[in-house]
């Protein structure tokens, strides 16, 4: 179990309520499908994935970006049992979906610079340390099928 502090609670708490869902989800996926561009084969069903302009213009990347971070307020609001909260989601991306573990810290870090780019002077190095440990528990979550 995952150990919280004050802190850490609050700035969670703090950042996703604050969240604009649509275009922060939008952004950190297609920035890790610009990115990472393997990280595409999931996504195959999405159509038009050629370039980034393509990317950031399909309505099922944002679509699925909002899913991916209304997900995360799971973790939020479990934040003392992310891994039984997301037990379920974690076999769908295992063992239907055979989603590579590492594509979860990709995503991840994408996020984290978006977080990053929307807070600006206010994402700290005390507020970053707390948001990518939050994620790192939930890609850890996700990813518990796979060890």
Not at 91 to 104: A, Q, R
Request: net charge neutral.
């Amino acid at each position: 179990m995952v150990e919280w502090t004050e802190f850490e609670r609050a700035t969670i708490q703090d950042i996703f309520s604050k969240m604009d869902y649509e275009s922060v989800g939008h952004n950190a996926l297609a920035r890790c499908l610009v990115v990472y561009p393997w990280t595409q084969r999931y996504f195959a069903k999405f159509g038009n994935l050629y370039n980034a302009a393509a990317i950031m213009g399909n309505p099922l990347v944002a679509a699925h970006g909002a899913v991916v971070l209304h997900g995360l307020d799971r973790a939020v609001k479990n934040m003392d049992n992310i891994k039984a909260t997301y037990a379920e989601l974690s076999v769908l991306h295992s063992e239907k979906l055979h989603v590579d573990p590492d594509n979860f810290r990709l995503l991840a870090d994408c996020l984290t610079i978006v977080v990053a780019s929307k807070l600006g002077t206010g994402f700290t190095a005390d507020v970053q340390a707390a948001f990518q440990k939050f994620l790192a528990v939930v890609a850890s979550a996700l990813t518990k099928q796979y060890h």
